[in-house]
């Protein structure tokens, strides 16, 4: 089987491809939403519909929550595996959209035509560009190159509760040789990425509790005292002055950056002044004496997520409040534990609340970093095959979030993952006015033609 009449195949037929897109688009398959549950059972339905028309052998799995899809096609060569996800966040605020987010459209932008719409970037048009690749394979040469399995979550956008259950029941079915996980974007416009490793992420929650009600200030205000300011003087001590968090042994685990992958991060010229720019900062604010993108990918970090306490609402209210709650997320790499820093962090915060206040936890997940090992052959093979389709060379790259199932495959299924994606920084996922741009699901179709050929050769 040659490529070349692929590639072809795939140009031709882009404008099908991108319609058959924004009608998956224009299912409201929002999985945290228990209203639209019909409608993320009728983005699996379609999925399957479409797969089992290509040739594949694909089902509709149930689980307690939304159905996992599963699709398989026999071939020779290696056996590789496809995840990716259907559901999709909630589109509040709506006001903010331009348009209504289930109706997408192609659009032209003053950078090129884009797909606008709910979850056109993460994950559908993601997705859907290594479905197209298979696509084009089946339709050149009547097969694919190697033995391929599909693995579609709809829950992903809402903690996958489901998802590892699932797995560890079903194993078997799912073992391959190497995962591919397209729900990554690129570096910059224009470099492909392969990522290697993932932060981790803890989530705490915690309420900061004295008075029994919310007290009037003016006869109260001075005497009693006040959970706000509890919580602000423990927001305020979770970095010193350096910007290094103070959590007790919180840096345990935590690896220092290697020569060689400092000086092929430093190739990637990573202009932290634009990156700030577009979103109305200047000043990096993580570790002083770190490069930038160790800040966003090797470092751990501390963040306070979200505060409430008292009256919130339009005017004014003098009341000392009774409740102080603050959401903290820790972003984690290396071999950091995260039930120690949950521990560490717990104890800190439990130490500084005073005798007349106390303090309740919510926890919100806890998971470990993620780190890809490039030794295994098929990573070199997909670089050099992303380099040819793309007008930079592909890189080894951090990312500075969590994706658990990359972590699963390797815990549960003893299988390597692969994460290339081809999203941009400015497509707003999860945020109002999502897009996607149409270079990118192009040439998102033709990178995964290009692995599969290097990767069954």
């Keep these: ?6 590639l072809d195949r795939i140009d031709q037929d882009i404008e099908t491809a991108a319609n058959r897109l924004l009608d998956l688009l224009r299912i409201p398959s929002i999985s945290t939403d228990p209203a639209y549950k019909a409608d993320c059972d009728r983005a699996a339905d379609w999925l399957v519909d479409d797969l089992n028309t290509m040739g594949f052998d694909a089902s509709k799995r149930a689980t307690p929550g939304h159905p996992m899809v599963v699709a398989h096609y026999d071939g020779p060569g290696p056996h590789l595996l496809f995840y990716g996800h259907y559901d999709v966040q909630p589109v509040d605020p709506l006001e903010l959209w331009d348009n209504d987010p289930f109706a997408p459209a192609i659009e032209d ?27 084009a394979w089946i339709a050149t040469h009547g097969a694919l190159p190697c033995k391929i399995t599909l693995f579609f979550e709809g829950e992903e956008e809402s903690g996958s509760p489901s998802l590892v ?10 073992k391959a040789d190497i995962a591919l996980i397209c729900d990554t974007g690129l570096f910059g416009d224009s470099t492909p990425a392969i990522i290697t490793q993932l932060r981790g992420l803890l989530g705490e929650e915690l309420t900061i509790t004295g008075p029994s009600l919310d007290l009037h200030s003016g006869m109260y205000g001075g005497i009693a005292m006040n959970p706000a300011r509890v919580l602000a003087k423990i927001i305020a001590a979770l970095h010193d002055e350096t910007g290094r968090i103070t959590v007790p042994d919180f840096y345990d685990g935590v690896p220092e950056l290697s020569n060689e992958l ?15 720019g577009e979103v109305g900062l200047s000043i990096p604010a993580g570790e002083q004496g770190r490069r930038p993108l160790e800040m966003i990918w090797s470092r751990p970090t501390c963040e306070v997520n979200g505060m409430t306490s008292g009256y919130t609402g339009e005017g004014f209210k003098t009341v000392l409040p009774s409740k102080a709650t603050a959401k903290i997320s820790f972003r984690l790499v290396g071999t950091q534990d995260p039930l120690k820093i949950r521990e560490n962090f717990r104890a800190m915060v439990e130490a500084m609340v005073p005798k007349d206040c106390s303090v309740s936890w919510t926890s919100h997940g806890a998971g470990p970093a993620g780190q890809m090992s490039t030794d295994d052959p098929a990573f070199g093979k997909a670089k050099a095959a992303l380099s040819d389709e793309w007008p930079n060379a592909a890189a080894y790259v951090g990312c500075g979030g969590s994706i658990p199932i990359a972590g699963h495959f390797g815990e549960l299924l003893d299988m390597n993952a692969m994460l290339i994606g081809f999203g941009k920084d400015d497509d707003a996922i ?3 006015n999502e897009k996607y741009d149409l270079s990118s699901f192009h040439k ?14």
């Excluded at 089987?1 to 692929?6: D, E, G, I, R």
């Excluded at 606008?116 to 970037?121: D, E, Q």
């Design 1 to 6: 089987m040659t490529l070349s009449p692929v």
């Design 109 to 135: 932008t003053p950078k090129g035509k884009v797909i606008r719409g709910r979850g056109s970037s993460d994950d559908k048009g993601q997705l859907m560009t290594f479905v197209e690749a298979c696509r």
């Design 165 to 174: 259950p699932y797995m560890k029941e079903n194993a078997d079915e799912l």
């Design 262 to 276: 400092a000086a092929s991060w430093d190739d990637l010229k990573f202009d932290h002044d634009s990156f700030l």
């Design 430 to 432: 999860h945020s109002p």
């Design 444 to 457: 998102g179709i033709r990178s995964w033609a290009r692995i599969l050929d290097a990767l069954c050769k």
